[in-house]
């Protein structure tokens, strides 16, 4: 269901103003850490509901922006194998965008990019322990699956959107970054 915006709210909201309103993905790729700790490929669908919220005004920084609820489940399983919350948030002045997003995992992330308000493809990324963009895991989290990078391409069209996530876990016993990579396209309901 498409949200109608204001003609400011479309001006205000940047490169998100496409995203209000709710949108659906049939045929998401998911390679994961399996429970034996090597990799798990999952097939899933997931629904992401994108609703507009009042503007944000840090002093003189004015973020205008969604909130966003995301629940993702593997094909054929009714129980949600994936939930997320969080915003996107436009600063027009700064050309700046941010996605900031938690998990019920205990891990949130803080990724940003600079681009042009009518940006239709954006890369974002944030790094364990940048003050600005940056991933903040619970205790075990971080000794066991340390997350130390996430990068989203996030590409935006007529008919929704398509992303691809990078998030590069160093997990304990392995030396190498293992990619846990989630991709998707969703279109409008």
Not at 6 to 15: C, F, H, I, V
Not at 40 to 51: A, G, M
Not at 85 to 108: C, E, N, V
Not at 131 to 140: E, K, R, V
Request: proline letters at 4%; a negative charge; glycine letters at 8%.
């Amino acid at each position: 269901m498409g949200i109608d915006l204001t003609a400011d709210m479309q001006t205000n909201l940047g490169p998100l103003a496409p995203l209000a309103g709710t949108f659906e993905g049939e045929k998401g790729d998911d390679t994961a850490p399996g429970d034996d700790r090597g990799i798990e490929k999952n097939l899933f669908r997931e629904r992401i509901e994108f609703t507009p919220i009042d503007l944000a005004e840090n002093h003189e920084q004015k973020l205008q922006g969604l909130q966003y609820v995301r629940t993702a489940w593997r094909l054929g399983v009714a129980k949600p194998f994936h939930a997320q919350l969080g915003y996107w948030l436009w600063d027009a002045k700064a050309r700046q965008l941010f996605h900031s997003f938690m998990i019920p995992r205990g891990m949130t992330v803080l990724a940003g990019a600079s681009c042009d308000a009518k940006a239709r493809e954006i890369r974002m990324v944030a790094e364990v322990g940048s003050p600005t963009f940056g991933i903040c895991s619970n205790p075990f989290l971080d000794a066991e699956f340390r997350t130390v990078r996430y990068e989203m391409k996030l590409t935006i069209d007529d008919q929704g959107f398509s992303y691809e996530e990078d998030t590069q876990i160093l997990m304990k016993g392995r030396q190498e970054l293992f990619h846990h990579v989630d991709k998707n396209t969703l279109r409008r309901v």
